[in-house]
């Protein structure tokens, strides 16, 4: 299942699955995988600059991620291009969601908040 979004040129669409063979219902551990590809469909470059994710486990409470860059990157994505990327997440139930935004830094110096769509997490996506 994609879920996307288009904040000022930059679309992100976030990509979900289950692990199954990482995860133990018996403790409770529920793992889930995403793929993340952010596409700049508008004419400004632009670079990451800051992750914010909001996650939403029923069964252990919401939770909060932020930092710098995307896995160890603070990528420059021109009119075009595309950085694409792998996570994970563990909740302590078999479905939540996640959300949030990238900060994002234009050439001169501005910079905007890009949608990352909530998505959902489900032990047996349909």
């Known amino acids: 299942m994609l879920f996307y979004r288009i904040?000022?040129?930059?679309?992100?669409?976030?990509?979900?699955y289950y692990l199954e063979a990482h995860s133990d219902p018996s403790e409770p551990r529920f793992v889930f995988a995403y793929g993340i590809r952010i596409?700049?469909?508008?004419?400004?470059?632009?670079r990451l600059r800051w992750r914010h994710w909001f996650i939403h486990d029923p069964a252990a409470?919401?939770?909060?991620?932020?930092?710098?860059?995307?896995?160890?990157q603070e990528p420059l994505i021109a009119p075009g291009?595309?950085?694409?990327?792998q996570s994970f997440?563990?909740?302590r139930g078999p479905e939540g969601h996640m959300e949030g935004y990238y900060v994002m830094e234009?050439?001169?110096?501005?910079?905007?908040?890009?949608?990352?769509?909530?998505?959902?997490?489900?032990?047996?996506?349909?």
Not at 7 to 16: E, L, Q, Y
Not at 81 to 85: L, P
């Open 7 to 16: 904040t000022d040129g930059i679309r992100v669409t976030a990509t979900p």
């Open 39 to 46: 596409e700049n469909v508008g004419d400004q470059p632009a």
């Open 61 to 72: 409470g919401d939770s909060e991620v932020q930092g710098e860059g995307v896995v160890g």
């Open 81 to 85: 291009g595309v950085h694409e990327y």
């Open 89 to 91: 997440c563990v909740l």
């Open 106 to 126: 234009r050439p001169d110096g501005a910079t905007f908040q890009a949608a990352i769509p909530r998505f959902l997490l489900r032990r047996n996506q349909a």
